[in-house]
């Protein structure tokens, strides 16, 4: 699997997504490419500092994201209710809840935008997160979401969770193992 670099400003881990580099090698290889075949100066002069905004401010929007969610957290571990994926619906919306799961699928983490698909005994629910997690979440793991009910679209879908944060927790126990085929609720993503 593809790894992003990463550094820590603070307590905050920064990492730019896939996207941000791969745009960035593609116009670096044109910039180069065309100041080799034209040998105008001019292209560097406005070229190289253009690269670096388009690597620097994909990283400031990663930090100030990660900051503002890192000061979220303490509030949602106070006021989180403790709920179950069959518990969560449309009468939900905008209260924080504590979800405990089995992660089944993930989606989009090199966009630092990931999706879960998380699971327990009731059922299964996607966790939409709009910045990259501070640890590194995979299929199988079990972990606590914080975060707040909304609705999949703005003006209509079921319910899922939009997370301040995802951790890791101990190893899989029956509490919250995946759920039986019988007693699987239909997928929410």
Request: charged share 20%; net charge positive.
């Amino acid at each position: 699997m593809i790894q992003t670099p990463q550094m820590k400003i603070g307590n905050i881990r920064v990492r730019p997504s896939i996207l941000a580099i791969a745009v960035f090698l593609i116009l670096t290889f044109i910039l180069l490419y065309t100041f080799y075949v034209t040998g105008d100066r001019g292209l560097l002069v406005w070229g190289i500092p253009t690269l670096v905004l388009i690597l620097l401010i994909p990283l400031v929007l990663n930090y100030m994201s990660q900051h503002e969610y890192a000061g979220l957290i303490p509030m949602y571990e106070q006021e989180a209710k403790t709920v179950r994926v069959n518990q969560i619906n449309l009468s939900m919306l905008s209260e924080p809840v504590r979800l405990v799961g089995i992660v089944e699928q993930t989606h989009f983490q090199l966009l630092n935008r990931p999706t879960f698909l998380v699971g327990d005994r009731t059922g299964e629910i996607s966790v939409k997160m709009f910045t990259s997690p501070a640890e590194k979440i995979r299929k199988g793991d079990r972990v606590e979401v914080l975060g707040q009910v909304i609705k999949r679209y703005v003006a209509a879908g079921e319910a899922v969770i939009n997370a301040v944060a995802i951790r890791k927790l101990g190893p899989v126990n029956s509490e919250a193992a995946e759920p039986a085929p019988s007693q699987k609720k239909g997928r929410r993503r």
